[in-house]
C-alpha cells in the first residue's frame, strides 16, 4: 500500500525542522570547547535541574537513548561542566549536578539560549504554540506506543 502524500510530506518536513534545528543549534550555541547541542542539554540541566537528578529521571525526559545520554554526560563531565554525587544508600545512583564552572557561564548560556529560541519561535503566535506542543505530544506518545508494541513482539517472538 502507497503512504499518502501528504504523509510523507508532513514527516519529511518533521525531520527537516530537526536537522534546521540541530544547525542552528550548532550556529547559535556552540562555543570553544562545546558544541551546540551540549550547550543546549546544559542549559536543560540549568532550566529544569539546578539542584541535579538522576540519569533515568533525564532519560525519561529527553527522550534519548541511555547510552547516548551517558555518552553527553561523560563528555560534559570531561570538559568539567558536571558532576556525579553519588547516593551513599546505592552507589549504583548518581545525581547528576551543574559544576561550579557550569553556574558560572550561567548567565551567558541562558541568555544566548533564550535569544536562540525567540528567534526561532517569533512568527508563531501564542496558540499555534499550543496546537504545536499538543501535536508534538500526540506524536511522542504514539511512538511511544509503537516501540511498547516491538518490545512485545520481541517477546513473544524469543518465548
Do not use: W
Not at 29 to 45: A, E, H, M, S, W
Not at 66 to 82: F, G, M, P
Not at 145 to 157: A, H, I, L, S, T
Amino acid at each position: 500500500m502507497a503512504e499518502c502524500p501528504e504523509t510523507e510530506e508532513l514527516l519529511f518536513m518533521i525531520k527537516k525542522i530537526g536537522l534546521n534545528l540541530s544547525a542552528r543549534l550548532e550556529l547559535s550555541l556552540k562555543n570553544r570547547d562545546l558544541t551546540g547541542v551540549q550547550v543546549y542539554f546544559l542549559v536543560y540541566i540549568l532550566r529544569h535541574h539546578p539542584d541535579g537528578t538522576y540519569l533515568t529521571e533525564l532519560y525519561h525526559e529527553i527522550g534519548v537513548s541511555k547510552a547516548t545520554l551517558s555518552a553527553l554526560i561523560k563528555r560534559l563531565k570531561e570538559k568539567n561542566y558536571l558532576y556525579f554525587h553519588e547516593d551513599p544508600d546505592d552507589i549504583r545512583k548518581k545525581r547528576v549536578l551543574p559544576t561550579e564552572k557550569l553556574l558560572a557561564e550561567k548567565e551567558r548560556f541562558l541568555q544566548e539560549t533564550e535569544q536562540m529560541e525567540a528567534e526561532i519561535c517569533n512568527v508563531l503566535d501564542r496558540q499555534e504554540k499550543i496546537q504545536l506542543r499538543n501535536l508534538e505530544q500526540k506524536l511522542i506518545r504514539q511512538f511511544a506506543e509503537m516501540e511498547k508494541n516491538e518490545k512485545n513482539r520481541q517477546e513473544v517472538y524469543l518465548q
